[in-house]
């Protein structure tokens, strides 16, 4: 650039001698709108391989996503959560199915203004609707992420600051999961070694309540959930430390009860050899709710009496992933998830989990960057507060490419 | 509950880090060379994070990248005292290989402010090629 602008003066000085002023400065001018467009050119060809850009003056819009196909053998036929495998005297036969709902679409884009950069992402997944047209197999849409950063502020619907800072490497979720996408208006503070978030969440709690066989939601909620979270980051990994607090509220006609609940989560990933590494997560909480498990617990009971008794629960997983060539990898992980639900509602219901384990083993197969190829055995357990127990199985295949 | 703390017992027992144990000028080299192909290989790896939205794994590769630029930025340095017992031509070498690499770090660095990652291809393989070039001159096989 320096020597374009310096080759240009001296074309011009060199000239000076035989043009008129005004055509000096046409010329110039047309130096410069070269100069420019030389530069843009140049810009477009930086632009790594196998991405779409569409960049005007200040805003970059990327484009990318990935095509997914699950195949999944379960035995017996069961949803893989920690308060869906059926007790063992309920199963039902052995299934297989197969289905690209995983599949994703997003859209981001970036913006510099004077509080910082604007990013932005936009993202679905087809998770939509279950397909009742079992010739073509309509999948819905559905919204993941809908996010703006300003600088350190953010809001709209992405992942939850509770959640765990890292995630196993498995195909099926970890029966502790603390996983929650919702509305968020977050304040996050970036720097060095440390992070800190301070979030405001969609409240939502459900509970056990008599007539119900499963849990109902409060919708009575008046005060948004806050999330305090702080994360460290360092050459062996990083941690986080989350703190949920939220206040739970039921109202019926004649009664109403309010009760403060919260949570702790500890998550994060230590390397260990070379790309190998731990990763984990613990929790511990009162009317954490949701936020775990994917709603397998709900926040509490309400009572005979219309009051709320808050459920504890308490859980963690732990994964080794190794490392056996720079294509192939293995995850070995084991998680747990426990309650102590009211002794009251076995009373209102009789599908409530005490404990659920499980254990996972995968290979995973990376022929290309971009392209995954894997199978994963899972093993696991569910107690039931009356006694019961189920246990199930399952074969995950995943092929996946990113685009 | 027992499971639960015997998960956590277990954890203790085998959480442990790699730490540069040598004080040697060329091992401490090595060593940094083996955590940046360690780093490369992490930001690959970015987009198969779970659970993360495209915004948290753009803040992923930002971390990754000025670690990066860090170490090469600390690699760049040392490069100068290897250079003691060279003859003044090599010595004129290893000092380009170290400004270029320097030069590379603040690129990096720059991108990863700009959240420039359409870049990030590009500016990898400088790195690379940078390395590549030194390690030709003086025979080194990696």
């Known amino acids: ?403 | 509950m027992r499971v639960f703390l015997a998960l956590f017992l277990l954890f203790g027992l085998f959480g442990c880090s790699f730490k540069d144990s040598s004080k040697s000028t060329p091992v401490r080299h090595m060593i940094k060379s083996e955590k940046l192909h360690i780093l490369m290989r992490e930001l690959d790896m970015v987009i198969y994070e779970r659970q993360k939205s495209e915004i948290d794994r753009d803040a992923m590769r930002k971390r990754y990248l000025l670690t990066l630029s860090d170490t090469l930025k600390n690699l760049s340095g040392e490069l100068d005292k290897l250079v003691d017992e060279k003859s003044q031509e090599d010595q004129a070498v290893y000092k380009k290989h170290a400004l270029l690499l320097k030069a590379n770090a603040n690129d990096l660095e720059d991108l990863a402010q700009k959240y420039q990652f359409e870049l990030l291809s590009q500016r990898l393989d400088e790195v690379k090629q940078t390395c590549k070039s030194c390690h030709q001159h003086f025979g080194v096989k990696r």
């Open chain 1, 1 to 403: 650039m320096v020597k374009r602008n310096y080759l240009a003066l001296g074309i011009l000085l060199g000239c000076s001698a035989l043009f008129a002023d005004d055509e000096i400065e046409i010329l110039r001018k047309q130096v410069e709108e070269l100069s420019q467009k030389i530069d843009f050119i140049e810009k477009q060809q930086k632009v790594q391989k196998g991405v779409l850009e569409l960049v005007s003056t200040d805003t970059v819009l990327s484009i990318g996503g990935r095509i997914q196909l699950n195949g999944n053998y379960s035995s017996p036929s069961t949803s893989y959560f920690a308060s869906k495998i059926p007790a063992n005297s309920e199963q039902k036969s052995d299934k297989f199915s197969m289905n690209a709902r995983d599949s994703r679409f997003w859209v981001k884009t970036r913006t510099p203004s004077e509080y910082g950069m604007i990013r932005t992402t936009l993202e679905i997944d087809f998770f939509g609707s279950t397909a009742t047209n079992v010739s073509v197999n309509d999948h819905n849409p559905r919204l993941r992420h809908a996010y703006v950063q300003i600088g350190d502020f953010g809001f709209g619907q992405t992942n939850s600051a509770f959640n765990s800072v890292v995630a196993i490497e498995t195909a099926n979720y970890a029966m502790d999961d603390t996983f929650v996408r919702q509305p968020v208006v977050r304040y996050t503070h970036n720097r060095g070694d440390w992070a800190w978030d301070v979030s405001f969440e969609e409240p939502n709690a459900m509970f056990f309540k008599n007539g119900s066989a499963s849990l109902v939601k409060g919708q009575s909620d008046t005060l948004p959930d806050l999330v305090l979270r702080g994360r460290y980051f360092d050459s062996w990994g990083e941690v986080g430390l989350a703190y949920l607090s939220r206040y739970i509220r039921y109202e019926e006609t004649g009664s109403s009860d309010g009760k403060y609940g919260y949570g702790l989560n500890l998550s994060g990933r230590i390397k260990t050899f070379g790309l190998d590494g731990i990763r984990f997560n613990a929790h511990y909480g009162e009317g954490s709710g949701r936020y775990i498990a994917y709603n397998g617990f709900g926040a509490g009971t309400i009572t005979s009496q219309g009051d709320i008794e808050l459920t504890e629960i308490y859980g963690g997983h732990i994964g080794y992933r190794h490392w056996w060539s720079q294509k192939l990898r293995s995850t070995l992980a084991f998680s747990y998830i426990g309650a102590d639900t009211s002794d009251e509602a076995l009373t209102y219901s009789t599908n409530i989990t005490k404990e659920s384990y499980a254990t996972q083993l995968n290979l995973f197969y990376n022929p290309l960057k971009t392209l995954l190829a894997g199978i994963e055995l899972s093993d696991a357990t569910r107690k039931f507060k009356d006694g019961r127990r189920g246990d199930a199985q399952a074969v995950n295949f995943i092929v996946r490419f990113d685009f």
